[in-house]
């Protein structure tokens, strides 16, 4: 990761505020947190790991089990999904 690099904008689907996060035990949606702001906002495509075939074209980034789906657009990270790997 480069010194000079700028944040990102993060922005959430709905579906992840309202039903994935949720979900989520406390300690974990701490963990993913800290991911998006360490990681997804400073160098997505360097921590992330793109999708193939039909998913083409988006990215995610795995913390502990749970996979963050994600698209990166003009600046800005969408976040779409944060599942447990085993309701994927």
């Known amino acids: 990761m480069s010194g000079g690099s700028v944040a990102l904008t993060v922005k959430y689907h709905p579906d992840v505020r309202d039903v994935d996060l949720p979900r989520i035990n406390a300690k974990m949606r701490q963990r993913i947190r800290k991911a998006i702001e360490s990681r997804l906002m400073t160098a997505p495509q360097e921590y992330g790991m793109p999708l193939r075939k039909s998913l ?3 990215w995610k980034l795995r913390v502990g089990d749970y996979p963050i789906v994600f698209k ?3 600046g800005v990270v969408y976040v779409l999904g944060i599942r447990h790997r085993n309701n994927i």
Request: net charge positive; proline share 0%.
């Open 56 to 58: 083409r074209g988006y």
């Open 72 to 74: 990166i657009e003009r």
